[in-house]
């Protein structure tokens, strides 16, 4: 179970920060992240990283912005949002793959195995 929490409504400019605890079953290999859906828009990638290992991947729309980390003895991954922009507005769910691939196959959320709550983020010009 994936729950996330920490969105909320900012002024354009200020940060958030997302939360997504995993719970019961464990896994030996996978990659927590983090994807978006805006109304009317396609779900897209944000951010991931590894549990092993710690590489992160980042969509273009959130490098510089957005980090991605995790605490491995809490089941925890964190997405810290800096400098929001109206568009980064969606809501936004927490996600994990297991197994280990080339970055590419953590964009699609065709390919995650489990998918969190989502929650509502909400940046205002």
């Known amino acids: 179970q994936l729950q996330a929490c920490g969105g909320g409504s900012v002024q354009a400019g200020g940060s958030l920060r997302l939360t997504c605890a995993a719970s019961?079953?464990?896994?030996?290999?996978?990659?927590m992240g983090w994807f978006r859906q805006a109304p009317g828009k396609e779900r897209e990638f944000v951010a991931a990283?590894?549990?092993?290992?710690?590489?992160?991947y980042y969509a273009d729309s959130a490098k510089g912005r957005f980090t991605i980390s995790r605490d491995n003895a809490k089941n925890t991954v964190y997405l810290q949002m800096n400098s929001l922009k109206p568009e980064d507005t969606a809501v936004y769910y927490c996600?994990?793959?297991?197994?280990?691939?080339?970055?590419?196959?953590?964009?699609?959320?065709?390919?995650?195995?489990?998918w969190g709550n989502g929650t509502q983020v909400t940046v205002s010009s």
């Open positions: 990283i590894r549990w092993s290992g710690g590489m992160r």
């Open positions: 019961g079953r464990t896994f030996s290999s996978y990659t």
């Open positions: 996600a994990v793959v297991l197994g280990t691939y080339i970055s590419s196959h953590y964009y699609s959320p065709r390919n995650i195995d489990y």
